[in-house]
């Protein structure tokens, strides 16, 4: 149950993340998504997959609207990994 969660989770992160070029704080909020990927047991590739769709995702939004949507996804996410 904890499982589905978490990928719910990120699933919903995935599709609110953008910017124009991946600042420090995207940088940050993909660390601890990957982190909290291998924790779960995803393999290589599918943590390969979800950071391409990531990247993909930040790239569409404007770099100020992805700064405050990855600093609030990584505030979420230290709560979520401890």
């Known amino acids: 149950m904890r499982t589905i969660k978490i990928l ?10 953008a910017c124009s070029k991946i600042p ?3 940088a940050d909020s993909w660390s601890k998504m990957e982190k909290l990927s291998r924790q779960m047991g995803l ?8 950071k ?5 995702e930040i790239k569409q939004m404007d770099k ?3 700064t405050e949507m990855c600093k609030s996804q990584s505030t979420l996410l230290g709560v979520v990994g401890q």
Request: with cysteine; hydrophobic share 35%; net charge negative.
């Open 8 to 17: 719910s989770l990120i699933t919903v992160i995935l599709s609110l993340n």
């Open 24 to 26: 420090e704080e995207c």
């Open 64 to 66: 100020a609207q992805a």
């Open 43 to 50: 393999t290589d590739e599918q943590i390969k997959s979800q």
């Open 52 to 56: 391409s769709k990531f990247e993909h």
